[in-house]
């Protein structure tokens, strides 16, 4: 990922809903603050929930798509256990990559696949 020209990279976990995110790459995003928690994006359309879990406990530094929403998540705070939360990975260098997201207003990312 390109978060105003610092690149952060991030592990992915292998599940039908990341799949179908790496299929929509490479991507250029404009996230907004939600709940002073995460960074979101709404995303052209919905992922796959194939096999997902109920719902996951995300902490910061956690990638996820919610689901009922159709939109992706940048947590830069640990949050509590939210229904319909896939985790789809998780920023490495935590510290420093989360650090990233935790600036105020919208964020401009690129989201690349790294092979």
């Known amino acids: 990922m390109i978060v105003e020209g610092q690149v952060i990279t991030a592990t992915l976990t292998d599940n039908p ?66 229904r319909g939360l896939i985790a789809l990975g998780t920023i490495d260098a935590t510290d420093a990559g989360v650090a990233a997201y935790k600036r105020g207003g919208e964020l401009k990312v690129r989201i690349e696949r790294a092979d």
Do not use: Q
């Open 17 to 82: 809903t990341t799949r179908d995110l790496l299929s929509m790459l490479p991507l250029t995003l404009t996230l907004d603050d939600y709940a002073d928690t995460e960074k979101i994006v709404y995303l052209d359309r919905k992922l796959s929930t194939a096999g997902a879990p109920a719902g996951s406990t995300p902490k910061a530094g956690t990638i996820a798509y919610y689901a009922p929403w159709g939109n992706l998540a940048f947590f830069y705070k640990d949050f509590a256990y939210s």
